[in-house]
């Protein structure tokens, strides 16, 4: 064979003798991309600094030091060495940290913190009467970059993520769903779930095995919440689901900031791909309960039956299109507009993802302050004593037969508050707006919030000794205390699930949830941390709460590893 030749050829009109030159031609394209990246990174670099130094300036903004190439991430680097704090806690407990290291930084009610290109520059809002303003006076829009972050995922037809008349439109038609009398009529089926999850913990038991708390707790509420929205049974404890599995695989694609492993995630040619497959496998499971319910609402089949939180969307649709039962036989199903399938299924991708995370991990966080809290455990134990009885066997059928129970444990929900006020999941971003400016209740000063990412940061908020007395401490009585006492919660304080129209829709079905697991496990199980002796600690706790890659809210750390111990004999 004789010497491989490359043929002369054109490309764009230049004429390229040999691979070599198509080689230097390539790289050389390849070196102005990199190239104009380069100048653009150092253009934002220059406009943000300039413009957070200008503000800071203009309006008497106190800030820490501004670094021109780093902004104010040495400050961050400096508290966590200097505290030796574990790397992996929460993000939200950062504006917490730079507060014990800069106690005078946050006296004005909030704190600017450039950390750009990590992420934009925030303002971290730690005023309970600011954090209103935002969110209650005038509810700010939600900031853009948490719409690109589910966007793979809900393109952007969520109400987390949404805004304006879209927003609107369908909160008023979740509102039925979520309301508190109907969410008890859905607790019957609650129970037939968190049997199967109280069964595998007296086999854990037996077994004297220690596990993975928060795993275990995610099946759990991925089921409640299947009952809940889609009335189905999803098995997640018990078998492998392919709407969870599609669930998780899709969050391991969001992005929450531009570190390095979120843009090589970005930059991954297979993104696309993926979270397209993903969508499909999710839309795929959810269909067959959407059509169902469709044919059960027009044949009068739902008319006994739990009205779920799709179902009663699907009513409000059937109703404003003006379809009926005469459009509907054994073997056909009208179809809805497309459009707002699609609305539909995306909305249902955001419940069981917001909603299974948080409240798994807040029922964890209970059993961790239980256990550092005996007495606590004590007063719940007797409050469920008092309502149910001594017979735990009974309990089920009781709740069951009266819902409205799981209303009458005032401490109960004083202990979820609680742990709510301590490990908050997750806090509230808002986008900053031209002319709109926090003002400091007292001194009546203003701080602009254009160009911010205005960030009400409710786990530093809430463990603020100026508006919570003893706040270091977990004193569920708090929640009982009356206006006058030391203890009383004020106006404005508590807000995990944030508060004013945006406030979080699904806030009483997590604590129905909670309450209900509560009445079913602590008095006849104890439930013990199970670190290793040599396992980091945080505020004095190693099951502390972090914030693990691809996951939208605090965990406690390592899925909170614990032992599980019967307390003594149950009656029936």
Same mark, same amino acid.
């Given at each position: 064979?004789?010497?491989?030749?490359?043929?002369?050829?054109?490309?764009?009109?230049?004429?390229?003798?040999?691979?070599?030159?198509?080689?230097?031609?390539?790289?050389?394209?390849?070196?102005?991309?990199?190239?104009?990246?380069?100048?653009?990174?150092?253009?934002?670099?220059?406009?943000?600094?300039?413009?957070?130094?200008?503000?800071?300036?203009?309006?008497?903004?106190?800030?820490?030091?501004?670094?021109?190439?780093?902004?104010?991430?040495?400050?961050?680097?400096?508290?966590?060495?200097?505290?030796?704090?574990?790397?992996?806690?929460?993000?939200?407990?950062?504006?917490?940290?730079?507060?014990?290291?800069?106690?005078?930084?946050?006296?004005?009610?909030?704190?600017?913190?450039?950390?750009?290109?990590?992420?934009?520059?925030?303002?971290w809002v730690v005023h309970p009467d600011m954090q209103s303003q935002c969110?209650?006076?005038?509810?700010?829009?939600?900031?853009?970059?948490?719409?690109r972050e589910f966007h793979h995922m809900t393109e952007g037809q969520d109400?987390?993520?949404?805004?304006?008349?879209?927003?609107?439109?369908?909160?008023?038609?979740?509102?039925?769903?979520?309301?508190?009398?109907?969410?008890?009529?859905?607790?019957?089926?609650?129970?037939?779930?968190?049997?199967?999850?109280?069964?595998?913990?007296?086999?854990?038991?037996?077994?004297?095995?220690?596990?993975?708390?928060?795993?275990?707790?995610?099946?759990?509420?991925?089921?409640?919440?299947?009952?809940?929205?889609?009335?189905?049974?999803?098995?997640?404890?018990?078998?492998? =689901?392919? *709407?969870?599995?599609? %669930?998780?695989?899709?969050?391991?694609? !969001?992005?929450? /900031?531009?570190? #390095?492993?979120? @843009?090589?995630?970005?930059? =991954?040619? *297979?993104?696309?791909? %993926?979270?397209?497959?993903?969508?499909? !496998?999710?839309? /795929?499971?959810? #269909?067959?309960? @959407?059509?169902?319910?469709?044919?059960?609402?027009?044949?009068?089949?739902?008319?006994?039956?739990?009205?779920?939180?799709?179902?009663?969307?699907?009513?409000?649709?059937?109703?404003?299109?003006?379809?009926?039962?005469?459009?509907?036989?054994?073997?056909?199903?009208?179809?809805?507009?497309?459009?707002?399938?699609?609305?539909?299924?995306?909305?249902?991708?955001?419940?069981?993802?917001?909603?299974?995370?948080?409240?798994?991990?807040?029922?964890?966080?209970?059993?961790?302050?239980?256990?550092?809290?005996?007495?606590?455990?004590?007063?719940?134990?007797?409050?469920?004593?008092?309502?149910?009885?001594?017979?735990?066997?009974?309990?089920?059928?009781?709740?069951?037969?009266?819902?409205?129970?799981?209303?009458?444990?005032?401490y109960t929900l004083a202990v979820l508050k609680e742990t709510l006020r301590?490990?908050?999941?997750?806090?509230?971003?808002?986008?900053?707006?031209?002319?709109?400016?926090?003002?400091?209740?007292?001194?009546?000063?203003?701080?602009?919030?254009?160009?911010?990412?205005?960030?009400?940061?409710?786990?530093?908020?809430?463990?603020?000794?100026?508006?919570?007395?003893?706040?270091?401490?977990?004193?569920?009585?708090?929640?009982?205390?009356?206006?006058?006492?030391?203890?009383?919660?004020?106006?404005?304080?508590?807000?995990?699930?944030?508060?004013?129209?945006?406030?979080?829709?699904?806030?009483?079905?997590?604590?129905?949830?909670?309450?209900?697991?509560?009445?079913?496990?602590?008095?006849?199980?104890?439930?013990?941390?199970?670190?290793?002796?040599?396992?980091?600690?945080?505020?004095?706790?190693?099951?502390?709460?972090?914030?693990?890659?691809?996951?939208?809210?605090?965990?406690?750390?390592?899925?909170?590893?614990?032992?599980?111990?019967?307390?003594?004999?149950?009656?029936?």
């Amino acid at each position: 064979m004789g010497v491989l030749e490359i043929s002369p050829f054109v490309l764009h009109g230049l004429k390229v003798d040999n691979a070599r030159d198509v080689l230097a031609l390539i790289l050389k394209a390849f070196g102005g991309i990199v190239l104009v990246g380069v100048l653009k990174f150092f253009y934002h670099l220059h406009t943000t600094r300039m413009r957070v130094r200008r503000e800071a300036k203009e309006h008497g903004i106190p800030m820490l030091p501004h670094y021109y190439l780093f902004g104010h991430l040495p400050h961050l680097v400096k508290v966590f060495v200097k505290g030796g704090y574990p790397p992996d806690v929460n993000g939200q407990c950062v504006g917490y940290l730079l507060a014990q290291q800069y106690p005078d930084m946050a006296k004005e009610g909030l704190v600017y913190f450039d950390t750009w290109p990590i992420m934009m520059p925030i303002v971290w809002v730690v005023h309970p009467d600011m954090q209103s303003q935002c969110t209650q006076v005038h509810s700010l829009p939600k900031e853009d970059f948490i719409r690109r972050e589910f966007h793979h995922m809900t393109e952007g037809q969520d109400l987390l993520t949404s805004d304006g008349p879209e927003w609107k439109r369908w909160r008023a038609i979740f509102n039925p769903g979520f309301a508190t009398k109907n969410l008890l009529s859905l607790v019957p089926t609650f129970f037939e779930e968190i049997r199967v999850f109280t069964g595998q913990l007296r086999k854990q038991a037996e077994a004297g095995e220690v596990g993975t708390f928060l795993d275990p707790a995610m099946n759990l509420t991925y089921d409640i919440i299947g009952r809940a929205v889609l009335d189905e049974r999803l098995h997640c404890q018990t078998t492998a =689901n392919r *709407f969870k599995w599609a %669930m998780n695989k899709q969050t391991e694609w !969001v992005i929450q /900031d531009n570190n #390095l492993s979120n @843009i090589l995630k970005l930059l =991954n040619p *297979f993104r696309p791909l %993926m979270t397209t497959y993903y969508n499909k !496998v999710m839309t /795929d499971s959810l #269909l067959p309960s @959407i059509n169902r319910a469709i044919k059960e609402h027009l044949t009068g089949e739902s008319a006994n039956k739990p009205k779920t939180i799709n179902s009663l969307a699907i009513k409000s649709y059937l109703s404003q299109a003006g379809i009926d039962a005469s459009d509907v036989s054994p073997d056909k199903v009208p179809e809805l507009d497309s459009s707002f399938t699609r609305r539909l299924i995306n909305h249902i991708k955001m419940f069981m993802l917001a909603g299974h995370d948080t409240t798994a991990s807040t029922i964890a966080f209970a059993f961790v302050e239980l256990e550092r809290n005996p007495h606590v455990l004590a007063k719940l134990r007797q409050e469920h004593d008092a309502v149910f009885g001594t017979d735990l066997s009974t309990v089920e059928s009781q709740v069951s037969e009266s819902p409205h129970l799981l209303n009458a444990l005032p401490y109960t929900l004083a202990v979820l508050k609680e742990t709510l006020r301590l490990y908050a999941p997750v806090g509230s971003f808002r986008g900053g707006e031209k002319g709109f400016f926090l003002v400091h209740p007292e001194t009546r000063k203003k701080y602009p919030t254009e160009g911010w990412a205005v960030f009400n940061c409710s786990w530093w908020s809430q463990r603020d000794p100026r508006w919570w007395p003893r706040a270091g401490e977990f004193l569920p009585e708090r929640f009982l205390a009356k206006e006058g006492e030391e203890l009383y919660v004020g106006k404005n304080l508590f807000r995990p699930f944030e508060l004013g129209p945006r406030g979080c829709i699904g806030q009483e079905l997590s604590l129905l949830e909670m309450k209900a697991i509560l009445i079913m496990m602590v008095r006849e199980m104890d439930i013990s941390m199970a670190y290793e002796e040599n396992d980091p600690e945080f505020l004095g706790c190693k099951g502390y709460q972090v914030m693990e890659p691809g996951q939208v809210a605090g965990r406690p750390r390592k899925g909170m590893p614990f032992r599980v111990r019967l307390v003594g004999d149950r009656k029936g």
